[in-house]
């Protein structure tokens, strides 16, 4: 009869030994895998723990786990290339294995398996998803300003910013509805042309604001100078160039028809 011992290792750890007879021990460690993100035991490897041929364990397997085995089966290639059938137990049906050959075997299987998991670093504690949405709204709002955003502008665009990174919008949270510093109408190039300069393009209303030194070129896109920006606001579409930038418009005011006329 096969006799099971379990032997401290000379490093501290644990071995599992199999006494076949008097003067025969084979050492083993405990072979846990990793399947579909689950821990898992091979029957090949239990029966070897168990001083057990495969195929006799196989016969084992539904006496003990009641027909409940069907979930566990796989198989796997033997040296001869051929395939064969195998179980993939986890713990709970790994130490039912274990205990049907021998208690303390089952033990063992467990002890060790709980050992392994207990010796797995902690995972960091997360923090609240809103513990640091101030500072990543505030590093946001920078990052807008550094594009040409101001006041609301930046904080709509920072808030934005905020939800796509963490999935929470501070001013939704907050309930706070943003509205322009200025309670005036605003229009773009062409609303403007068409309002104030007797149906003038788009393209030629900005010329204009460019010669007035309201606004300059800047690659593709235009924005506004200092003076400009007395005139002007710079809204955030809440879109984004195929470079990630945000796309932004201008809009300006009823006062830059007269600045436009004087010029």
């Known amino acids: 009869m096969t006799n099971f011992e379990i032997r401290h290792s000379a490093g501290g750890g644990f071995m599992r030994q199999l006494v076949l007879n008097e003067n025969q021990a084979v050492a083993f460690d405990l072979p846990i895998m990793i399947r579909d993100g689950v821990e898992v035991m091979s029957s090949m490897d239990l029966a070897k723990m168990c001083g057990q041929a495969h195929s006799d364990f196989l016969k084992k397997v539904p006496k003990v786990l009641n027909g409940g085995q069907g979930k566990f089966s796989s198989s796997y290639f033997n040296s001869q290339n051929k395939e064969q059938p195998c179980y993939y137990f986890p713990q709970r049906e790994s130490c039912l294995m274990a205990m049907s050959y021998s208690y303390e075997l089952q033990a063992y299987v467990y002890d060790r398996w709980h050992d392994l998991e207990t ?14 949405l101030a500072k990543i709204t505030a590093d946001k709002k920078a990052l807008a300003e550094l594009f040409g955003l101001s006041g609301n502008q930046a904080l709509l665009s920072a808030s934005r910013a905020t939800e796509a990174l963490t999935g929470y919008n ?42 007035s030194g309201l606004q300059v070129k800047a690659g593709k896109h235009w924005e506004l100078t200092e003076a400009g920006k007395t005139h002007a606001e710079l809204l955030d579409t809440g879109k984004s160039h195929s470079n990630g930038t945000p796309v932004k418009q201008i ?9 436009l006329q004087a010029a």
Do not use: H
Not at 181 to 193: A, M, N, Q, S, Y
């Open 119 to 132: 010796s797995k670093p902690k995972p960091v504690e997360q923090c609240s998803p809103y513990t640091d």
């Open 170 to 211: 501070p001013i939704k949270m907050l309930g706070v509805e943003l509205q322009s510093e200025r309670k005036e109408k605003t229009f773009t190039v062409t609303e403007l042309g068409k309002a104030c300069f007797d149906g003038l393009s788009g393209r030629k209303v900005n010329q204009l604001l460019m010669e």
């Open 251 to 259: 809009k300006w005011y009823r006062s830059v028809v007269d600045c």
